[in-house]
């Protein structure tokens, strides 16, 4: 029933090292694909975004990679910062549809160690 | 700007009880959007509205949850009876844009716990 997926709950990473998060969607009509950071106590904030017409796109130290076929997007984090660590979720809609809404996963909580 | 503003930031009340949870979208957003999280379910839309008007309530889960926008800096979500499976955290968001716009920005949400 979850049209978007992410399998991971949790991620532990190292600082300076390299996190990666995935999402996995069902619905074929999704063609555009937002990542959305939560801290504690706090709404989600937009983080980044990727169009179907691509399958990539980069800001400073994060990227969106979408494997359409595959029905896949991942996000990584270069180097990763203490500070990154939050729940982050991926997010899907049908841009061409008349409904403007968002379809979100469970989300991952990313801890990233000093 | 104070971003969208979400009132009360906690709210903790007995099965049977009414709940309103009150949202104040940001300054000239026509978008105004109602989500839940839970464990279970992650973060859901229950509704959004464009222009004060709802658009899609098809998240609503039942006919205890109603939602109004009054005006373009106002809204409700209001359970009544709530019940203990309606404790979640209750997100505002808003956003602006005639088309597709990519971001929404989020109140910091409304944990309520139904006792």
């Known amino acids: 029933d979850q049209q978007v997926k992410q399998n991971s709950p949790s991620l532990s990473v190292q600082e300076g090292r390299i996190s990666i998060l995935n999402c996995d969607y069902t619905?074929?009509?999704?063609?555009?694909f937002l990542w959305y950071k939560k801290y504690p106590a706090e709404g989600p904030t937009f983080l980044i975004s990727?169009?179907?017409?691509?399958d990539k796109n980069e800001d400073g130290r994060f990227t969106v990679f979408l494997n359409k076929s595959a029905k896949h997007l991942s996000l990584h984090i270069v180097p990763s910062q203490p500070g990154d660590s939050a729940v982050y979720f991926c997010?899907?809609?049908?841009?061409?549809?008349?409904?403007?809404?968002?379809?979100f996963g469970k989300g991952t909580l990313l801890t990233v160690n000093p | 700007d104070a971003g969208v503003i979400q009132s009360p930031r906690h709210e903790v009340t007995e099965m049977g009880q009414e709940v309103t949870l009150r949202c104040k979208p940001i300054s000239g957003h026509d978008y105004l959007f109602w989500y839940r999280q839970t464990m279970m379910r992650g973060l859901e839309l229950l509704i959004y509205f464009n222009n004060n008007v709802p658009i899609d309530d098809s998240g609503m889960p039942e006919d205890r949850f109603s939602a109004k926008m009054p005006n373009a800096s106002f809204s409700t979500l209001k359970i009544q009876p709530s019940e203990p499976r309606d404790s979640a955290v209750y997100f505002c968001?808003?956003?602006?844009?005639?088309?597709?716009?990519?971001?929404?920005?989020f109140g910091p949400g409304t944990r309520l716990t139904v006792l």
């Open positions: 619905n074929s009509m999704f063609d555009y």
């Open positions: 997010a899907a809609t049908n841009s061409g549809g008349s409904n403007y809404k968002l379809t």
């Open positions: 990727i169009s179907s017409i691509k």
């Open positions: 968001a808003s956003s602006f844009g005639t088309f597709f716009s990519d971001e929404q920005f």
